[in-house]
């Protein structure tokens, strides 16, 4: 049996950690290298006490771990984690089920069953739409895709399951010049080559050109599959998704919808004019981890099709026994056997926020993602770059005579960086190097906002100067 006294200590290194994350340095304040000396050892013949090991590791890590949980990190669009989600997290971690099949775990199979029907009417989508819990939103992006992949095919006469894509109709991939590194991960790992993907132009927020994709989409012949997007990375801005979706279904295309952290959107009245629409699309897929505060390991597949999902994630394998209709087997719906029971923790969160917890803390994050802009647009030396329609900022620095903006707003973002009163990264946008902001932790108060906003004048002020 375990321990119960290094549970006892690992709870307290816990909560000794979230006790001083609004104080900590947000970013990580020792190299890999540092990080290598310390941790670095051979293989241990004879393995170790529990208590020491767990002290030891959490003593050396300690220097290397970024507050990304904290109310002051700004980068790579993460959330934290809500209380609920969190302690449920742990207990998934005790209980230690494995969540591919309803009698593997009965517990984690009704789990899924009532979060799936949950998710579905917080962002307003069919509710005979089917599910699957993924481990972020590239497999998010490939669980929808593959099922996209089977349906147009299949409308062909081609079983792609069976038949692979050795021979296949050509299927003709659309995407925007936005579209995210991980859509085109998941539509490599499926097979569709790069080559065979057409890119459409966007617009100076990043959206897909309406008039390209109609002139694109009458080109082709055979199956199509059009990929849109909800909440672009780097402005935040949505496609026009809902004549995106009347474009592509005119044409008899699949639309997916890679809404990461912008399908979110979809709960609050404001945001209606940008997500109208997105409720007609054929599969969206988006993380949790990021707009609900739920930790990691939670992305979302939902495909409209619930035949197609099936047919192409199905598992089949001698030792499984097909579970009754009414009986919801988790596997039947993501490209995973073993898998953590990751319901366990949305339903914490979604319990404890409810609808209106979740709509106060994305409109929270909107308003605040504006306060930051106004507050940096204050200093000449500072451009902004995009329109703040959504959580994300785009940040240029423009430097005293003689130097490169670019370099400028590179040296800027490090700084702030290192300087650690908050946390955000770098970016590209239309040639220009940027530091983009993004706003979507629960704890983030509006005083985070404006020190941090304060801290990033006085780091580019010391510059200038």
Request: net charge negative; glycine share 8%.
């Amino acid at each position: 049996m375990i321990d119960r006294e290094v549970l006892e200590e690992t709870f307290k290194l816990a909560v000794d950690y979230f006790d001083g994350i609004e104080s900590r340095h947000v970013g990580a304040v020792k190299s890999v290298k540092e990080l290598r000396k310390d941790l670095v050892m051979n293989l241990p013949e004879n393995g170790e006490d529990p208590m020491e090991v767990i002290r030891d590791m959490a003593t050396k890590v300690d220097g290397g771990l970024v507050a990304s949980p904290g109310p002051r990190y700004f980068g790579f669009v993460t959330g934290g984690a809500v209380p609920a989600s969190l302690a449920a997290d742990w207990l998934t971690s005790v209980w230690d089920q494995n969540g591919v099949l309803s009698i593997s775990s009965p517990a984690s199979g009704v789990v899924e069953e009532i979060v799936s029907d949950w998710i579905l009417d917080l962002l307003g989508l069919p509710h005979t739409a089917s599910v699957g819990l993924v481990t972020g939103c590239q497999m998010a992006n490939f669980t929808c895709l593959a099922a996209a992949r089977h349906e147009v095919l299949r409308s062909r006469g081609w079983d792609v399951e069976k038949q692979g894509l050795t021979g296949a109709p050509k299927v003709h991939i659309i995407v925007g010049a936005e579209a995210h590194a991980t859509l085109i991960n998941a539509l490599k790992m499926l097979g569709f080559g790069t080559d065979n993907i057409t890119t459409l132009p966007v617009d100076d927020q990043g959206r897909m050109s309406l008039s390209e994709l109609e002139k694109i989409i009458k080109s082709c012949s055979g199956p199509i599959i059009v990929n849109a997007q909800a909440g672009n990375v780097n402005t935040g801005a949505f496609d026009h998704c809902g004549e995106i979706i009347n474009i592509a279904h005119r044409h008899g295309a699949w639309v997916h919808v890679d809404g990461a952290f912008g399908l979110w959107g979809r709960i609050t009245p404001i945001l209606a004019e940008e997500t109208k629409g997105i409720e007609k699309a054929d599969s969206w897929a988006t993380d949790a981890h990021k707009w609900l505060n739920v930790p990691y390991d939670s992305g979302i597949a939902i495909v409209a099709n619930e035949a197609a999902h099936r047919a192409s994630m199905a598992l089949k394998a001698p030792y499984y026994i097909a579970a009754p209709e009414e009986v919801r087997d988790p596997s039947q719906w993501v490209p995973e056997s073993s898998r953590r029971a990751r319901g366990f923790a949305l339903y914490g969160a979604i319990r404890s926020l409810g609808r209106e917890g979740v709509r106060e803390i994305v409109e929270r994050n909107c308003r605040q993602a504006r306060l930051m802009a106004s507050l940096l647009a204050e200093d000449p030396n500072v451009e902004i770059l995009n329109e703040v329609i959504l959580n994300q900022i785009l940040v240029r620095f423009l430097p005293f005579e003689g130097n490169d903006a670019g370099y400028f707003t590179r040296q800027v973002t490090s700084l702030v960086q290192e300087e650690g009163t908050c946390w955000a990264g770098g970016s590209r946008w239309n040639d220009m190097d940027a530091m983009r902001i993004s706003v979507s932790n629960w704890a983030t108060t509006d005083e985070d906002i404006r020190i941090s906003a304060q801290a990033i004048r006085r780091v580019l002020s010391r510059l200038i100067q």
